[in-house]
């Protein structure tokens, strides 16, 4: 049985003012009697379909509360061309069958205009075929997957962070240049999810003339990493890249800790940061993710001073985090797209609209796309958890 949740944003005080000026795009206004899907006169309607549920509903959760907090910003500035922004979410317990399911309910039943804050490679990877057949835009999955990367197979599909192997690339330059590790191993999740990590970070090695030291998956939505932690033991890396979600990653670290294995342990942003932390406890010191967004507690940025803002509105006790960071900027990406669009939105005008907008400064991060070019970011940050049991942000490793 699935898990339906409905969110109807409302109006916000907050104005879009930080957004880049640009001229519209030349999408015309639909003639009369023609109706795009998920568009009505008063509002735009979006789909969902994450994890709220299982071992990765903090992903599914973050990025929903982050979306929602970028939607009812724009409700209470009067929307967008008078429309006000709703967002319908599915449950699909980071399983591809359920994604799929959900997929074909949000845009048959729910009719929704577009497609947002999908979460995981696996899931995305069943679902998104399902909505570029249909013609529905794919925007922001929370997932580095290079298959998405591919605008001109995906001209629905817009993608707003760096990829995975843009962050393993970063990953291995980093403990070879400064850290100088010779031995790397991996533990990645047996699914196309791991298997897209277990990519970038082989293709990293090769342009080093370097091989792995050791090998070791688990299997996806469980914690059975045990034999995983004997196995990249034997292999004695130096430092393991680790490309799976928080809590079997949680599990995995205590458990190298508990049996004296103690490598450098590098994390893919995909985990789930502050579940993460929180997961780990006094466990995580020392542990290194790389990120896809700024500091999630990085005021000095006006997106993330307006994040914080923005999520106290609708979640006042939850914590801000790289998360629902990342869904805030989905959102706001999503937002951008329909003003620049004009007021006839359509699913085509909104696709172009981003391809033809080149630079766009949403405060602070900057994004750029093209026509074959649908990713936005490429930077990629670095975080340690520290004595505190918190991440900071740093620029360069550093020995424990």
Same mark, same amino acid.
């Given at each position: ?202 293709? &990293? ?99 993330? &001073? ?95």
């Amino acid at each position: 049985m699935h898990v339906f949740v409905r969110f109807a944003v409302v109006p916000l005080l907050v104005a879009m003012s930080s957004l880049a000026t640009v001229p519209h795009s030349t999408a015309q206004t639909p003639p009369p009697g023609s109706v795009t899907q998920g568009i009505g006169p008063a509002s735009v309607m979006f789909g969902q379909s994450c994890a709220l549920s299982g071992p990765a509903k903090a992903l599914g959760e973050g990025m929903r509360r982050g979306i929602t907090a970028a939607f009812e910003e724009t409700n209470r500035a009067g929307g967008i061309h008078g429309r006000r922004l709703r967002l319908t979410t599915l449950d699909d317990r980071y399983e591809p069958e359920t994604a799929i399911a959900n997929t074909d309910r949000l845009i048959n039943q729910e009719r929704v205009f577009a497609l947002i804050g999908a979460v995981g490679t696996p899931t995305s990877k069943a679902a998104e075929p399902i909505a570029t057949e249909a013609g529905v835009p794919y925007v922001g999955a929370f997932t580095g997957a290079e298959f998405l990367r591919d605008a001109r197979k995906r001209p629905t599909v817009i993608n707003v962070r760096a990829s995975y192997y843009q962050e393993t690339e970063e990953m291995v330059e980093r403990l070879t240049r400064d850290l100088g590790v010779e031995r790397i191993g991996i533990l990645y999740q047996d699914d196309s999810y791991g298997r897209a990590g277990l990519s970038g970070t082989l293709q &990293a090695l090769h342009r080093r003339g370097m091989t792995l030291a050791a090998e070791a998956t688990y299997p996806r939505n469980t914690r059975a990493v045990k034999t995983a932690v004997l196995d990249l033991k034997l292999g004695d890396p130096e430092a393991v890249i680790i490309v799976g979600a928080y809590q079997p990653v949680a599990t995995f670290i205590k458990w190298s800790r508990r049996l004296g294995f103690n490598p450098i342990f590098v994390n893919i942003s995909f985990v789930g940061s502050s579940a993460l932390a929180k997961a780990l406890g006094s466990s995580g010191k020392d542990v290194i993710v790389t990120q896809v967004v700024p500091f999630p507690h990085d005021k000095w940025i006006p997106v993330v &001073a307006r994040y914080h803002e923005s999520l106290h509105a609708v979640a006042p006790d939850a914590e801000p985090g790289f998360v629902s960071l990342e869904g805030y900027l989905t959102g706001r990406v999503a937002v951008e797209a329909l003003r620049r669009a004009g007021p006839g939105i359509t699913r085509r005008g909104f696709i172009a609209a981003l391809q033809m907008a080149g630079t766009m400064d949403l405060g602070g991060f900057m994004l750029l796309y093209g026509e074959s070019d649908n990713q936005g970011s490429d930077r990629v940050y670095l975080t340690v958890i520290d004595d505190s049991e918190r991440f900071r942000s740093i620029r360069r490793l550093e020995r424990p």
